[in-house]
């Protein structure tokens, strides 16, 4: 073609050679995708990639931060404190499994590649604790309880959250309907963001 | 001592490789454990442990199998279909929690070592397949809304799992008060378990 791949922009190429990283490791794990396996699926050639990334740490770091940096913005662009709780609850609950099933591949190098490694697990954990400090303070706001401290708001959170991701990790898998999901989850979770209840009076 | 380390039984001294694995393992993940620091956990040589488990991945193997049996048997203890659901759903989440608070070790080998890699993962995935497959059979057993599906219940189930795991993560760190842990997962699975509602009618 006219303008072959050696006419390609740096950000440009850089880009596709991490979109062949995300899809190959998402398939395969870390141990199991080599860097051949990553040149091949980018059309490049491997020295080319190391050109690029020097090793596939370095190559599968860059892939954890971009896709975790789009899946903050696409979680936190659904986060504004001038929403009334309900709406507010839905919107994040949505964008979130939207992600999810639009980005399966970018999803599973997240939270299935990355945390399995001692090296990343850090950067998915940072993520993590930044959705979790933002439903810890949706909570807060919605909570009248008498007695429920900040350890149990967090830890509400911290439940919702895994109920989230859980959630996401069928989702990516598909053959879950997104509209079923997301409703289901925003059930559990607004139940949850109703208030802490450490009273366990609910009989 | 005149019961010297030789003159262990084989099932006992198994028994300890595996506890020294354990701890090892939970504390510097799969690839930053060597034979070498298991043996010294172990108090024995390195040949020794070598002539009881031929690899590390056979002795990591032993472990997750060892850890997931423990850990299903103290849930499932737990599970009783002639309880009232109420109590049921508390007897499962008590005895949960309480097996991570008192076995953070196993927990973590479960949870963060072996879900991180790829030839072990199947073993916690079975584990939790199972006690999704429990709670699932509760929420079924539970629900009285019209229109909700086996996949409803089995979603929410998975949401529960997820936030049971996440919980139970955090206990395993410490700092977390197991009675108020479990008072607060319990308050998040009971409103799971009353019920799917999938048409979001909370307002």
Chains 1, 2 share one sequence.
Not at 72 to 95: C, I, N, P
Request: proline share 1%; hydrophobic share 40%.
């Amino acid at each position: 073609m006219a303008s072959g791949t050696k006419r390609l922009p740096r950000a440009v190429r850089e880009q596709q050679m991490l979109d062949a990283a995300v899809t190959a490791f998402s398939a395969n794990g870390f141990a199991d995708t080599s860097m051949d396996a990553i040149a091949a699926e980018a059309k490049i050639s491997k020295p080319m990639l190391y050109l690029y990334y020097g090793s596939k740490d370095e190559l599968f770091s860059a892939c954890v931060a971009r896709e975790s940096g789009r899946f903050m913005e696409a979680v936190s662009s659904g986060f504004d404190l001038s929403m009334r709780q309900r709406d507010q609850a839905r919107t994040l609950v949505r964008e979130f499994l939207r992600y999810v099933y639009e980005n399966s591949d970018s999803w599973r190098v997240l939270y299935r590649v990355a945390v399995g490694s001692a090296s990343f697990a850090h950067i998915v954990t940072e993520s993590r604790n930044g959705v979790t400090a933002m439903i810890t303070d949706l909570i807060r706001r919605g909570t009248t309880t008498e007695g429920a401290s900040d350890v149990d708001f967090e830890l509400t959170a911290v439940a919702l959250v895994g109920a989230g991701e859980a959630v996401a990790d069928r989702v990516s898998d598909g053959g879950i309907d997104l509209e079923r999901a997301t409703d289901l989850l925003l059930s559990i979770t607004w139940r949850g963001l109703r208030g802490v209840n450490v009273h366990d009076d609910d009989h």
